[in-house]
């Protein structure tokens, strides 16, 4: 995982945009979950190695790893409910209501992850702890990690390798 911070902005954009591929169902699901298992892997990297460097440099940035981790794996895991559509008919039922609740977890635990990424980065820019004020132009950045890659990937470069 640490390859994926050594990445130029441009190759990381490359793997990123193959979430946009456009193609026949089943294909493009699959091609959809590689862009987001990048997309993951690279949040995890940010936060895990980005909280080595602040405890190497005596920066206090309270995480809770266990509670990152689980929403890493939790968004991972529920993508495939979320993403396939296997509900027929006009009726609800329980299943669509799983489906729906699933979808809430997988958008809690993205901006959970997104937020620790971008507060770990802007920490370590910073040389202390941040506050949302502090982070929020990266928060965003790494919600459109398609246009945001190409910012903080060298930032990331520069503050972590």
């Given at each position: 995982?640490?390859?994926?911070?050594?990445?130029?902005?441009?190759?990381?954009?490359?793997?990123?945009?193959?979430?946009?591929?456009v193609s026949p169902s089943p294909l493009r699901e699959i091609i959809?979950?590689?862009?987001?298992?990048?997309?993951?892997?690279?949040?995890?990297?940010?936060?895990?190695?980005?909280?080595?460097?602040?405890?190497?440099?005596?920066?206090?940035?309270?995480?809770?790893?266990?509670?990152?981790?689980?929403?890493?794996?939790?968004?991972?895991?529920?993508?495939?409910?979320?993403?396939?559509?296997?509900?027929?008919?006009?009726?609800?039922?329980?299943?669509?209501?799983?489906?729906?609740?699933?979808?809430?977890?997988?958008?809690?635990?993205?901006?959970?992850?997104?937020?620790?990424?971008?507060?770990?980065?802007?920490?370590?820019?910073?040389?202390?702890?941040?506050?949302?004020?502090?982070y929020s132009l990266s928060f965003f950045l790494f919600l459109f990690?398609?246009?945001?890659?190409?910012?903080?990937?060298?930032?990331?470069?520069?503050?972590?390798?």
């Amino acid at each position: 995982m640490r390859k994926l911070l050594s990445l130029k902005h441009w190759q990381l954009f490359l793997l990123l945009l193959t979430g946009a591929w456009v193609s026949p169902s089943p294909l493009r699901e699959i091609i959809n979950s590689i862009a987001l298992a990048t997309l993951l892997l690279w949040t995890y990297s940010v936060v895990i190695y980005g909280h080595e460097k602040l405890r190497s440099k005596n920066i206090h940035c309270p995480l809770n790893s266990t509670f990152f981790r689980i929403n890493i794996i939790a968004v991972a895991l529920l993508y495939p409910f979320v993403i396939f559509d296997f509900s027929y008919g006009d009726s609800i039922n329980l299943f669509d209501i799983f489906i729906a609740l699933c979808g809430l977890y997988l958008l809690f635990g993205l901006l959970y992850a997104t937020a620790m990424a971008a507060k770990t980065i802007e920490s370590l820019a910073k040389g202390k702890e941040a506050h949302f004020a502090d982070y929020s132009l990266s928060f965003f950045l790494f919600l459109f990690s398609i246009v945001g890659v190409w910012i903080i990937q060298p930032k990331v470069n520069k503050l972590i390798n």
